[in-house]
């Protein structure tokens, strides 16, 4: 390349000009050029210049980007050396102070083995130096840390004390020329202070005639290492106390009497005969079995105390696992309210939370759904299967909702579960129905997985699936009781007594109006299949049956034979009956033919009738409303109406479910605005309500909002008014 300076001819008269109008400039002090030099230079348009040779590339190929590797190996090392190798070569050699030929092993071989002939081959050398060497010089540079650099500095220090010493003698010396004079002129009766001068003056040459030493400067490790204290505050001391109670005590007086004492020794001795009479009578073989089963019931007890210990330790920490992984729905379900509900006109939704399944309860339904009525994050399921052509097992699982991914509690059976109900007053004791007619009652304080009370053939078990099975107060003898519903047409009274399921039926469904005559003049009466039943929560022997011919009896616990009331409610079997938690007159019933019906049981006809589209699989009253409810459907929507907000559609249509899979289930919780739903894939879906589904009453200023059984119970007759009117009218 050209420089610049080279191209542009110089313009000397202009230069002039300019420094005869401005003066003389300053010059630099470095060059001696001037400072505005070349300013004329670089106005001028530059023109590049190319070397002929110049490949001429495209924008493409300017952009292109070449990477190169920057390593560690020389790229110039060669890699083809060849070496001769002298291992295992023997050779004759001489050593100089022995005149005679002995062998030498060179290589560290045996001396035995001596041989003249040399064995070597040529093998190419692995590794190669990387190492290229560009500069080296020997320096001759010392650490001052080193014991060399410390000796030197030492070495120094004393070279310059003596340098020192001798001029402070020179000054001396002729400070002593200069003083000879003044000594010479002083008085007679002065030479007393001659010798102490002279001592004085001795001492001052020893002093500076020896070299100081210097003082050795103290090293630091080399480490660096620094010892430092520091003083930690102390905490004050705290004094605490506490009171226990006292332990129980009793006051006890007897007198102690020859004729106590003499009894007393009798006592034990015959004790001590009793005992080795019993021992006598047993076998050596029967004592030595007697002992190894006592040793084997210690160790299990050992062994279970600490697998109890070791699985409470392991729940807790799967549970803060699980804390941690679901942590988000777990904030959800506490805090999170939908915003956007203040903006939809009298709409809510659901907000999806824990999803809960088992690999133990895959391609089984949910037949069943309850919560404990104490512990009200837990909840038990029922697994089994609807389809008659395909039974086979059941399972009883409970989970809670601090952890989704495992149940508390797992039981299995032979037949499957069809329903369950957890005691009110005992929360430990579930009692289920099975497809096979048998109930059993399974007791979660004790581990193993067989129930503790199950029905047989002998004890009056049902001959068709059971469908419903509920708790009821204790008998007059305080025993526990359940009833239950089968297709066979009975309703049973099962009691627990002592060890023993007492059955007792208590009513058997027969269809009214429909008898067969038999050629022999005979008529039979059909049976009735229940499906269905619930009780009243204020009349105890009142309780509504629901069946598969789609009708609702109303039946009574003291009469056997006869129905207090029919109703024609549904077209097809009648899936569920349940009364209002609030108003004791109401009632609702669901069934697969898509409709939903409440009803008043002093009248024949339904009060409100909802057609949902497909066949409904449960319905459920909401635990804070008289006007609440929901409803699962077969296409995997949930529901969830307001009868004082809209008395005519549902305020919530949701889908929950993939299509495929069938609802078959939903519970509320009791205190937690949230609903679990199961369906035909062994799946449970918790789900919370937002605001607008469960709207509280709003409050009024100057006035407190009024809660209770009666203002739901007032708020529903206000519904149920404005309807018998309108069909008083009709």
């Known amino acids: 390349m050209i ?96 005149k005679r030929k002995i062998p030498v092993n060179y290589w560290g071989q045996d001396e035995g083995e001596i041989s003249n002939e040399t064995e070597g081959t040529y093998k190419p050398i692995g590794f190669v130096n990387q190492l290229a060497v560009h500069y080296t010089q020997v320096g001759n540079l010392i650490p001052k840390d080193s014991d060399e650099g410390r000796r030197q500095h030492y070495r120094d220090e004393l070279v310059a004390g003596s340098q020192e010493s001798v001029k402070v003698i020179s000054e001396t010396g002729n400070l002593e020329e200069d003083e000879e004079p003044k000594e010479l002129e002083t008085e007679p009766g002065s030479q ?122 392991a729940k807790i920490m799967e549970r803060m696992v699980n804390q941690n992984t679901y942590d988000d729905i777990a904030q959800d379900f506490k805090y999170y309210d939908d915003a956007a509900d203040e903006y939809r006109d009298q709409v809510g939704t659901l907000l999806p939370l824990w999803k809960f399944q088992n690999d133990k309860a895959k391609r089984l339904s949910v037949t069943a759904l309850c919560w404990n009525p104490k512990y009200r994050d837990l909840f038990a399921v029922g697994y089994g299967s609807y389809d008659f052509m395909k039974q086979s097992r059941g399972m009883l699982l409970l989970y809670s909702l601090k952890n989704p991914s495992f149940p508390e509690y797992m039981f299995s059976s032979n037949s499957g579960v069809m329903c369950l109900d957890i005691h009110v007053d005992h929360p430990y004791l579930v009692a289920v129905g ?41 008998d007059m003898d305080q025993n526990l009781n359940f009833f239950s519903v089968s297709s066979d047409g009975r309703i049973v009274s099962w009691t627990l007594v002592k060890r023993k399921l007492v059955h007792i039926d208590v009513i058997k469904l027969k269809v009214e109006g429909s008898t067969t005559e038999v050629p022999e003049g005979l008529q039979l009466h059909p049976v009735g299949c229940g499906t269905a039943f619930d009780f009243h929560k204020e009349i105890d022997y009142m309780f509504l049956v629901g069946t598969e011919e789609g009708k609702i009896y109303k039946c009574s616990k003291s009469y056997s034979s006869q129905f207090l009331d029919t109703y024609d409610a549904h077209n097809m079997s009648v899936d569920t009956v349940s009364w209002n938690p609030y108003h004791t007159k109401v009632f ?43 409803a699962v459907t077969t296409d995997g929507k949930a529901h969830i109406f307001d009868l004082a907000i809209n008395k005519y559609e549902a305020i919530c249509n949701q889908p929950v479910a993939a299509k495929k899979n069938r609802l078959t289930h939903v519970q509320f919780n009791l205190i937690h605005p949230i609903i679990i739903v199961g369906d035909d894939r062994g799946h449970i879906i918790s789900l919370k309500l937002s605001p607008n589904l469960r709207k509280m009453p709003k409050e009024k200023k100057g006035q407190e909002v009024q809660k209770g059984p009666a203002v739901e119970i007032a708020k529903l007759d206000k519904l149920l008014n404005l309807v018998r009117e309108v069909k008083i009218k009709t």
């Open 3 to 98: 420089p610049a300076s080279a191209k542009a001819p110089h313009k000397q008269p202009h230069k002039q000009s300019i420094s005869i109008g401005r003066g003389t400039r300053k010059r630099d002090e470095d060059s001696g050029t001037e400072v505005g030099e070349g300013t004329d230079e670089w106005a001028q348009s530059k023109a590049t210049v190319r070397p002929p040779d110049q490949l001429e590339l495209t924008d493409a190929e300017l952009k292109e980007e070449f990477t190169r590797i920057l390593t560690a190996n020389n790229p110039h090392a060669p890699q083809n050396i060849v070496r001769y190798s002298f291992k295992k070569q023997w050779s004759l050699g001489f050593i100089p102070k022995l």
């Open 192 to 313: 007393t202070d001659v010798p102490a001068a002279g001592a004085a003056e001795k001492v001052t040459e020893e002093e500076l005639m020896t070299p100081k030493q210097p003082k050795e400067r103290k090293l630091t490790n080399q480490f660096n290492f620094s010892e430092r204290a520091s003083q930690t505050y102390n905490n004050p001391v705290r004094d605490r106390e506490c009171q226990t109670e006292p332990p129980p005590r009793t006051n006890f007086s007897a007198t102690a009497n020859q004729w106590e004492i003499y009894d007393a020794y009798v006592e034990e001795l015959e004790k001590q005969e009793k005992t080795k009479e019993k021992e006598k009578a047993k076998t050596p073989v029967a004592k030595k079995s007697g002992k190894m089963a006592m040793r084997k019931l210690t160790s299990m007890e050992s062994q279970t105390d600490d697998l109890i210990k070791l699985s409470q330790a």
């Open 434 to 474: 099975h497809y096979d007619g048998n109930v059993a009652i399974y007791n979660l304080k004790k581990p193993h997985s067989q129930p503790s009370f199950c029905s047989s053939a002998k004890s009056g078990k049902h001959s068709d699936p059971v469908w419903q099975v509920k708790w009821q107060k204790d």
């Open 588 to 630: 609702m019933s669901c069934s697969s033919d898509w409709t939903v019906k409440i009803w008043d049981h002093t009248i024949k006809t339904p009060m409100f009738i909802y057609d949902l589209n497909s066949a409904v699989g449960d319905v459920a009253w909401a635990p804070y409303s008289s006007t609440v409810f929901a």
